[in-house]
């Protein structure tokens, strides 16, 4: 059983920096993309940035520029650098794995870590 752990949140204030980790138990090439979603309060879970396995990555317009993920194959662990962090930015992340599949993909999740940025 293929396991999605996150680490890394906290709290910090606006303009700060925080990385996130997301440990793969298991074989991560098993995952045909991995990625960062989050959900604000309120709010329902959006994408962040993804990466697949042949290298492209994709991000949200709001976190271009700001935020950067990258996977580490050897230590089978996913990272998300968060830069110039917003109160906007505020969320519970959570790690995301997807087997591209047909009828529909199949995902995995980790349990999700708290960021919380102050004004």
């Known amino acids: 059983q293929v396991q999605l752990v996150e680490s890394g949140g906290g709290l910090v204030q606006a303009g700060g920096s925080l990385r996130l980790s997301c440990a793969v138990s298991g074989n991560m090439f098993s995952f045909n993309a991995m990625g960062w979603y989050r959900q604000a309060p309120g709010k329902q879970r959006e994408l962040v940035a993804t990466a697949t396995s042949g290298g492209r990555t994709n991000y949200a317009d709001s976190v271009k520029g700001r935020f950067t993920i990258s996977r580490d194959n050897a230590k089978s662990t996913v990272r998300l650098q968060m830069n110039s962090l917003k109160p906007d930015d505020t969320a519970v992340y959570y790690c995301?794995?997807?087997?591209?599949?047909?009828?529909?993909?199949?995902?995995?999740w980790g349990q999700g870590t708290q960021v919380t940025v102050s004004s």
């Open positions: 995301n794995g997807r087997i591209f599949s047909y009828p529909s993909d199949n995902d995995f």
